[in-house]
Structures are given as structure tokens and as C-alpha cells.
């Protein structure tokens, strides 16, 4: 199989095919955090490294899978891959029952319009807030224009985040279920960060603290959380530590 | 209610009476870290600070139990207290099913005569194996020793840690069912730290980590590992944080 990501997805399906007894190739960009590229390879995947721009990881996954015949396994732009991350979202409401409202990062879409379904489907009033960073805001703009629009090469610490557009087939999920879309600063984000260190005894990195980071600027009525996202590059971690010790007991 | 605790069993009785609708009053250390104090108060408990040894606090809290008529309820050496604390251990295995070995700190022996007793229920074979720093060795000395022996006030970075000798109704449980005592320094519970922050995404205190630091330690077999407290000082953190970004991806 052959695959590109920022990281998380990277290491998932690095981990999935080892399992499966499959050959795992994967595209990362050169920004990567260095954690993330690691544990790729430690799953035993073989990792191409390209730029830093989502969409030439995506080409360069495509020759892979024309030159090797891989089979592709989309970050986020799939029905049966925005399926399984959305279990994220139905473990929720499984567990914590309804809630008004559902905060979940966005950056393909996969995520977001998987859970986005298993939520409405469980809980059909549950308001569904999508999260992005501030310079990574393609998925508001194009929920506003009702078309798919592209932003620049987002700068922002959420390497997870930085995808250009929503997906062809995740963004008619995402108009059809999301209520709004919020957008974070770098340091809104490690600000979460910090309060998950602190008070859920938590790591999360950047992307991982998105929606946490909203959830605590509106902090009204009963809500679910998506934390998605744990491997903090020493930096951020060491950043957020310094504000955990700073903040409120 | 009356209690006396360096932090995790004064924020366990501010809860629990304020959920009972009772009075709490908590006598602790002048060392204790201030979020642990802070975090007592925040549930409603009038928090009594003494000097630094374990016996004083013990003392002052029997004499307010005497003066205003309190309830005391003791950290570690009362049989329901450590049945309470043991269900942890019961959870690991009714969780994990039966382990080789199973660590956890000790310190009053509370926590670990209600794991011994509940692991060994489940599990008869499992080893357990019990974890103090190195200058509070007190259950190990008594436990070669056969009787109850006292260290002078314990230094280490693990607060929680520091009660100077075994309880007079937990020692025996210790007795039979504890097959050895390991020790660890300060650097190894730091550098267990860094290894919750980075492999599993945890925030734990130094006391919390004591038993993992030996699992590392050691690293053989299908075993438990009781990680008990994530109250860590904002200098411990951003110590482990620095080494989490310092070691292996």
C-alpha cells in the first residue's frame, strides 16, 4: 500500500500494514515533526520524503502507486477511511451519551465527515463545530462560497492541520452536517496544550488541541471533545509545559 | 471528616465529602506542591498546613479530630481505605488478565496491601513487586528486618512518597504478599516521566511514576504497572518534558 500524511494517518496505516503482513509505503513531507517520521519507520514502513505542500505529497503518492502498482490508502478523501475515523465520533456519543454540541479539528475532512454522520445519526440535534487554524481556513471559506476553495500553504504549528481544501468527497458531508467552523491561533493552541497537560494530565500536540482550544474559549453546556493527536514535537511539548506550570492550579 | 495526606488522598476526601455534603478538614505538608493544595481547597476542604514530617501531620490531625469532634479518615493504614485503593489493582487485571508481575509504590502501603491482596485474588502467581525511592526505603528495611522500621524524613522529589514507615495494619498484608522491594532516585522518576509524556501521552507526578521507572528498568515479561498521581509540579514537568524531547523518538 502506499500513502501520504503529515503523520498520524502515516503511522496508522504503517501499523495497519505490519499487521497485515503488507508493505507500507508512505509520502511525508519535509516538515514533518521528526517523532512522527520515526515511529513510521519503526512500524516498518519506508518513508519518502518530498515538500512541504499537501498537494505535492499527494502526486508523488499517486506516481508511487502508477510506478510500484501500490494500492493507495487516501488520508481523508475516501468513504470507507472518513468511515473508520468517524468511530472516533460513535465511541463518544456511545459513551458520554448526547451532547449539544461536538467540536472535531478539520483539515482533509475524513475525520470531521465521519464523525459529523456517527454523531448526527446518534444524537441528530448535537451542534457540529469544526475547528481549523486561522491561516488554514480553506474548509470556512468553502463551506461560505458553497464550492471547494484553496488557501496558501498554511504556516501554522499544526502540522495536521495544513491541508490546502477539503476533500472532493468529505466536503458535501461537512456542508450537510457542520453548523460553523472556528479558527485557532498558534497560541490558542498551545494554550490547550497546556490545559490538557494540566488539568486531563494529557499530551496532545497542536492539531491534537484544535478543538480543545475552542471547547475552552465558549466553555458552555454539556459538549464532546475530539483529541486527536498526541505526538507533540519536543518543542511544543516543552512550550506547553512552561505555560502549565504558569496557569491556574 | 479529618485527614492528613501530601496530596492525592486530601484531594480524594475534599471530593468525596463534598459529595457527600460534609465538612472536610485536610492537614498537610508545608512541601506538599501547591497545586495539591490548591486543588483540595477548590473542592471545598479547609486545608491545615504543618511542617514537613509525616508523623506531625498525623498528630495534628488526630488532635483536631479530638477538638472539634471529626471523623478521621486515614491515607493508608485502615483496612477499607486500602480495599478501596486496591480496586485499582483488581481493575488492571480484571482489564489486562493475569500478569507475571505487578508493580506498584509504596509508601504508608495502603495502595499496594489492597493490589497485593486483589491482584493475588485474581492472579496467584503474579510477582509483586513494590517501588520506593531510595532514601524512604523503610518498607524494605522492615520487610528484611520483620518488623517495622522508621527512616528519617524522606528528601525525594516523590511527595508522595516520603511517610517514614509502614502502617501497623498494612505491614502484614505487605508481609505476605510482597516479594520484593525495588528503589529508585529522583533521575530515574524524572526520566519515567519523559517516557509517559512521550510513549504514552501521560502526565504523571514523581510519585506516579516510581513503579513504571522500575518496569523500565527491569523491561521483561507481561506485566502490570500501577500509575498512581498525575499532580506534577510545574518544575518536574518541564524537567520531563525537556528529557521527553531529549530521548528516542
Same mark, same amino acid.
Given at each position: 500500500v502506499v500513502a501520504h500524511s503529515s503523520g498520524n494517518h502515516a503511522q496508522a496505516v504503517a501499523r495497519a500494514a505490519r499487521t497485515l503482513g503488507l508493505r507500507a509505503v508512505v509520502v511525508m513531507p519535509s516538515d514533518a515533526p521528526e517523532r512522527k517520521r520515526a515511529r513510521t519507520e519503526a512500524d516498518g514502513a519506508e518513508v519518502v520524503v518530498v515538500g512541504t505542500d499537501s498537494d505535492e505529497r499527494a502526486r508523488r503518492a499517486d506516481e508511487l502507486a502508477r510506478e510500484r502498482g501500490l494500492v493507495p490508502v487516501p488520508p481523508y478523501d475516501h468513504p470507507l477511511i472518513a468511515a473508520g475515523q468517524g468511530t472516533a465520533g460513535l465511541e463518544l456519543i456511545e459513551d458520554? +451519551? @448526547? @451532547?449539544?454540541r461536538f467540536y472535531a479539528p478539520v483539515s482533509g475532512g475524513g475525520l470531521m465527515a465521519g464523525c459529523a454522520v456517527a454523531v448526527h445519526a446518534l444524537s441528530p440535534k448535537t451542534e457540529i463545530v469544526a475547528v481549523e487554524p486561522a491561516d488554514g481556513n480553506d474548509t470556512r471559506l468553502s463551506l461560505a462560497a458553497g464550492e471547494r476553495r484553496k488557501v496558501a500553504p498554511p504556516r501554522t504549528i499544526? +502540522?495536521?492541520?495544513? @491541508?490546502?481544501t477539503p476533500g472532493e468527497q468529505t466536503f458535501p458531508v461537512l456542508a450537510a452536517h457542520v453548523a460553523r467552523v472556528e479558527l485557532v491561533s498558534d497560541d490558542e493552541l498551545l494554550d490547550a496544550m497546556a490545559f490538557a497537560l494540566r488539568e486531563l494530565r494529557l499530551v496532545l500536540e497542536p492539531s491534537g488541541a484544535a478543538s480543545l482550544a475552542v471547547a475552552l474559549r465558549e466553555r458552555r453546556g454539556r459538549v464532546g471533545v475530539l483529541l486527536s493527536g498526541?505526538?507533540?514535537?519536543p518543542e511544543h511539548l516543552a512550550e506547553a509545559a512552561r505555560r502549565a506550570g504558569r496557569g491556574a492550579p
Open positions: 458520554a +451519551d @448526547v @451532547v449539544e499544526a +502540522d495536521g492541520l495544513r @491541508v490546502r498526541g505526538n507533540a514535537a
